[in-house]
């Protein structure tokens, strides 16, 4: 697969000699992994330096026995993107016969400038402007179309600045991980998952609106890497008014890893109110409740490798 060049972004091999690549960045930049999720490897860099530090970190990561045990095809490429400021919001849709629904538009409120991009809370209705989220809408139908999608899930996110919505992403699937409990649709509030199971086997009920009134989730951010030794304030924080469910999905004893090594987050907080500013609030206020007690990680080897860990990776 050649390199491929279009304006602001271009792909590479990790085999590249990196002055060859140099001039071609436009900086700010992003560089992202093309075949990791959820942000990890994903590293801003504002100059030359940076981004030879970056594209090393990021090397060390999918070169780790932990990536390299997935098989993925292509993990030695890399994408290079200019960085677009903005604020960044994320759209969910469904495509039915070609045209594309749309289910929410999520705010994102939290700045993600990086230099890495960890996702934190999901907020929706949007408090864009009409006029700018029927721009998101818009770009968001294009976007799918010069895709060639036409039935099924749609998750697309955006950045959003005074010039209009930019892509970054569009992908034939739902929200990830538990964030789709954030939805609910019709009188009988049914999940997202019951709206695209009616959907894909043409039963009726896949056309419910969502339920009325504002609805987020935070992902709760990983602070530090180390051993999760102990969560408390779990309680308090359920009892924040707004605040619906916590589901903390890490376990106690294991290690974490914070990004740009990381893809797992510490848990979910999920609120509801009858404003988009009541439930971030609420998200807010239960995670400053929340403590989770990390401890250093000791160096030991891998038991394959006999490899020490590199700073931030797993063993």
């Given at each position: 697969?050649?390199?491929?060049?279009?304006?602001?972004?271009?792909?590479?091999?990790?085999?590249?000699?990196?002055?060859?690549?140099?001039p071609?960045?436009?900086?700010?930049?992003?560089?992202?992994p093309?075949?990791?999720?959820a942000?990890?490897?994903v590293?801003?860099?504002?100059?030359?330096?940076e981004?030879?530090?970056?594209?090393?970190?990021?090397?060390?990561?999918?070169?780790?026995?932990?990536?390299?045990?997935?098989?993925?095809?292509?993990l030695?490429?890399?994408l290079?993107?200019?960085?677009?400021?903005?604020d960044e919001?994320?759209v969910?849709?469904?495509?039915?016969?070609g045209?594309?629904?749309?289910?929410?538009?999520?705010d994102k409120p939290?700045?993600?400038e990086?230099p890495?991009?960890?996702?934190?809370?999901?907020?929706?209705?949007?408090?864009?402007?009409?006029?700018?989220?029927?721009?998101?809408?818009d770009?968001?139908?294009?976007?799918?179309?010069?895709?060639?999608?036409?039935?099924?899930?749609?998750?697309?996110?955006?950045?959003?600045?005074?010039?209009?919505?930019?892509v970054?992403?569009a992908?034939?699937?739902?929200?990830?991980?538990?964030?789709s409990?954030?939805?609910?649709?019709?009188?009988?509030?049914?999940l997202l998952?019951?709206?695209?199971?009616r959907?894909a086997?043409?039963?009726?009920?896949?056309?419910?609106?969502?339920?009325?009134?504002?609805?987020g989730?935070m992902?709760?951010p990983?602070?530090k890497?180390?051993?999760?030794?102990?969560?408390?304030?779990?309680?308090?924080?359920?009892?924040t008014?707004?605040?619906?469910?916590?589901?903390?999905?890490?376990?106690?004893?294991d290690?974490?890893?914070?990004?740009?090594?990381?893809?797992?987050?510490?848990?979910?907080?999920f609120?509801?109110?009858?404003?988009?500013?009541?439930?971030?609030?609420?998200?807010?206020?239960?995670h400053?409740?929340?403590?989770f007690?990390?401890a250093e990680?000791?160096?030991?080897?891998?038991?394959?490798t006999?490899?020490?860990?590199?700073?931030?990776?797993?063993?």
């Amino acid at each position: 697969m050649p390199d491929f060049l279009f304006r602001d972004f271009f792909s590479f091999r990790l085999d590249k000699r990196l002055e060859k690549i140099l001039p071609r960045v436009q900086f700010p930049c992003v560089i992202k992994p093309l075949r990791l999720a959820a942000s990890q490897g994903v590293i801003r860099a504002n100059t030359p330096e940076e981004f030879q530090a970056a594209v090393g970190r990021i090397q060390a990561l999918v070169e780790s026995p932990e990536i390299q045990v997935t098989h993925e095809a292509e993990l030695d490429r890399l994408l290079v993107e200019r960085y677009v400021p903005g604020d960044e919001v994320a759209v969910e849709g469904l495509m039915a016969r070609g045209k594309l629904r749309i289910l929410a538009i999520f705010d994102k409120p939290d700045p993600l400038e990086g230099p890495y991009f960890e996702e934190t809370i999901y907020v929706t209705p949007s408090r864009l402007s009409e006029e700018m989220q029927e721009r998101v809408m818009d770009c968001a139908a294009s976007t799918v179309r010069a895709l060639g999608l036409t039935h099924g899930p749609v998750h697309a996110e955006f950045r959003v600045n005074e010039n209009g919505p930019w892509v970054l992403e569009a992908s034939p699937r739902p929200i990830g991980g538990l964030c789709s409990r954030a939805l609910r649709f019709g009188p009988q509030r049914a999940l997202l998952e019951e709206l695209l199971v009616r959907h894909a086997l043409g039963i009726p009920g896949s056309d419910l609106d969502r339920e009325d009134g504002a609805s987020g989730v935070m992902m709760i951010p990983v602070p530090k890497t180390g051993v999760l030794q102990r969560v408390e304030g779990e309680t308090e924080a359920r009892a924040t008014s707004g605040v619906e469910d916590i589901q903390i999905t890490a376990r106690l004893h294991d290690l974490i890893a914070a990004w740009p090594e990381g893809s797992s987050y510490l848990g979910f907080i999920f609120a509801r109110g009858n404003l988009p500013a009541e439930v971030e609030a609420a998200l807010r206020l239960a995670h400053s409740i929340l403590k989770f007690e990390i401890a250093e990680r000791l160096p030991v080897e891998h038991p394959v490798t006999g490899a020490l860990p590199a700073a931030g990776t797993s063993i």
